[in-house]
């Protein structure tokens, strides 16, 4: 049976600049990098990244003939103790959000960008 998610993906335009963002402004660790050449770009990497203590990895890639997926709602919520704290952490690292912290019955919740405008909920239990 299946036990959980092993890795998503996250369209990326440039790679290099994709890790860089992922590991120094939100604090990832990089799981593996290596070259994964595709049909049309020999320069292509897998690269994955996690969350330090989780078990789900994020890939930073591009298929070939995806590149529409760059800059959209991604769907992915990241799970944090404390929104409007993470919130003023990530903004010091100059993440851009898109509204500050937004309290409902459900929880707390704000949406941020990756620099390729790739949007992502930052949300509480």
């Known amino acids: 049976m299946i036990k959980s998610i ?17 590991t120094k402004k939100l604090g990832f660790i990089v799981l593996t990098d290596q070259p994964f050449p595709s049909q ?17 990895g994020i ?5 070939d003939g995806h590149e529409s997926r760059i800059g959209s709602f991604t769907g992915l919520s990241f799970l944090c103790d404390d929104v409007p704290q993470t919130y003023e952490q990530l903004k010091s690292r100059g993440v851009e959000f898109v509204a500050p912290p937004k309290i409902e019955s459900w929880g707390t919740s704000a949406i941020f960008k990756d620099l390729d405008g790739n949007q992502f909920v930052l949300s509480s239990r």
């Open 6 to 22: 092993k890795f998503t993906s996250i369209s990326v335009r440039n790679q290099d600049a994709a890790l860089d963002f992922y």
């Open 40 to 56: 049309s770009n020999d320069k292509q990497r897998w690269i994955e990244v996690g969350i330090p203590g989780a078990q789900t």
């Open 59 to 63: 890939v930073l890639f591009n298929p």
